[in-house]
């Protein structure tokens, strides 16, 4: 675990394989950290709050962390995000193609994959 006496807001943490940034930090009575208030580049891109982390729980999965660390996170997830939004997209587009129920004496819906369609396609 970090030192006690170097941890401070605003500083970048590491908790086990993700990063974040110390927005509070809470100490017991006896003066030692107890409980941090983190930001984690993970929530963040997940649409989450911060959390609160008990570091005394497990002392070992809270290390000081670095800003290129925190950047290498960040153009990660937006690098996975920028590829989720262009393969949304790219199906949207290919979506307009799909087969149509085209009307008949027993349907005039028009409506892209109405029941009619699967029923022409099944048989």
């Known amino acids: ?42 929530n963040l891109f997940r649409g989450y709050g911060p959390e609160y982390i008990d570091v005394r729980l497990q002392p070992e999965a809270v290390q000081q962390g670095t800003m290129v660390e925190l950047r290498r996170e960040i153009d990660t997830h937006q690098r996975l995000l920028d590829g989720a939004v262009a393969r ?28 009619h369609a699967f029923r022409r396609i099944a048989n």
């Open 1 to 42: 675990m970090v030192p006690d006496s170097i941890l401070a807001v605003g500083d970048v943490v590491k908790i086990h394989n993700w990063h974040g940034v110390v927005l509070e930090t809470h100490f017991a009575e006896n003066g030692d950290l107890s409980i941090i208030r983190v930001q984690t580049v993970r």
């Open 88 to 115: 949304l997209l790219e199906t949207a587009v290919t979506a307009d193609f799909a087969p149509r129920c085209s009307p008949t004496p027993a349907c005039r819906c028009g409506l892209a994959l109405c029941r």
